[in-house]
């Protein structure tokens, strides 16, 4: 069956710009995760949502990031006035959402951001 | 932030032979997990051992747990040259959030 899917695959941008990311999960998972990746670095997580709301937030690095999932399905990450630093690729993750127990986490091929 | 440190941070061997990574993490843990990454196929769950199991194989894989240690050793036997890629280890605990902490990874050739 389909995987995660994100688009766009790179995107590149000029410094103070806003962008938003797509994530498309496995259909008929209801947790999604949003995690960054540097280069060189392991992924580091921003955000789960279970269903359409934010569960955890906590690694969302500051008030220019957010992210929605409306109708508890596709997700959006938003980034407004970008710098160089979110230069990094934007992985999405899906999982059945099993509470209490292993939850195996099926991650998209990621979106390479660029910001010039 | 990362969980931990993974060793070593990269690894050549010759096909055939066997290649051992590996992890330290920091925090208490329900379950941790290696992910492997390549450029072909991103980011793919490789197996999981919960907190109170101490080994697990699947396939060629072998992998150990030392919860008193905080450490976690991933072997993979008999190794092939499409092996090669970026290995990390990721933690869990579920009773907060079902975020994963990933490690910073070992980088895994294998000379054909």
């Known amino acids: 069956g389909a995987g995660v899917s994100q688009t766009p695959s790179n995107k590149v941008t000029e410094k103070g710009k806003y962008v938003e990311l797509r994530c498309d999960p496995i259909?008929?998972?209801?947790?999604l995760y949003w995690y960054r990746q540097s280069l060189g670095q392991g992924p580091e997580f921003l955000i789960y949502f279970q269903g359409t709301g934010a569960a955890d937030d906590s690694g969302l690095p500051n008030d220019r990031f957010f992210a929605v999932r409306p109708e508890g399905s596709v997700s959006t990450l938003k980034i407004q006035r970008t710098e160089r630093g979110d230069s990094a690729v934007y992985l999405c993750a899906s999982s059945l959402g099993t509470s209490g127990g292993p939850d195996t986490q099926y991650f998209g091929p990621g979106t390479r951001l660029t910001v010039l | 932030s990362q969980q931990g440190e993974e060793d070593p941070q990269a690894l050549s061997i010759q096909e055939g032979e066997n290649a051992t990574m590996n992890c330290s993490y920091k925090t208490s843990i329900n379950n941790l997990q290696w992910y492997r990454q390549n450029s072909g196929r991103g980011l793919v769950h490789l197996i999981l051992i919960r907190s109170n199991e101490r080994e697990k194989h699947s396939g060629r894989l072998r992998v150990t747990l030392d919860t008193s240690k905080k450490s976690s050793s991933l072997l993979i036997t008999a190794s092939r040259a499409a092996d090669t890629a970026s290995y990390f280890c990721?933690?869990?605990?579920?009773?907060?959030?079902?975020?994963?902490?990933f490690g910073t990874g070992t980088l895994l050739a294998v000379q054909p």
């Open positions: 259909s008929g998972h209801t947790a």
């Open positions: 990721a933690t869990q605990n579920w009773g907060a959030t079902n975020k994963l902490i």
